[in-house]
């Protein structure tokens, strides 16, 4: 079964740094676009950052030249590097994935449990 698995959510005080990884496991023939997403208390889910399978990038205005994204294919692992944090960062941070499952012609958007940011002021 294919999921996506967060890790790297945390405490932090704003200027303050956090690396967040997304790893795909299960049976995966391969993996397409992959990025990140946030929804703070009371928001909408808002996009930050996504990669495709070439290494292009993309980010929300709201992070950029402060978030990093990246991808080891190797791995099936997207990262989220986040430095100069600040509170307005405070969120669930979704990762997804568009992927095609073995045995399957489709692609299919998969998404990761979430974990959760929160910068102290």
């Known amino acids: 079964q294919v999921q996506l698995v967060e890790s790297g959510g945390g405490l932090v005080q704003a200027g303050g740094f956090l690396r967040l990884s997304c790893a795909a496991s299960?049976?995966?023939?391969?993996?397409?676009?992959m990025g990140w997403y946030r929804q703070g208390p009371g928001k909408q889910r808002e996009l930050v950052a996504t990669i495709t399978s070439g290494g292009s990038t993309n980010y929300a205005d709201s992070v950029k030249g402060r978030f990093t994204i990246f991808r080891d294919n190797a791995k099936k692992t997207v990262y989220l590097q986040m430095n100069s944090l600040k509170p307005e960062d405070t969120a669930l941070y979704y990762c997804n994935a568009a992927l095609r499952p073995s045995g399957s012609y489709a692609y299919i958007v998969y998404w990761g449990q979430g974990t959760q940011v929160t910068v102290s002021s």
């Open positions: 299960g049976s995966i023939f391969s993996i397409n676009d």
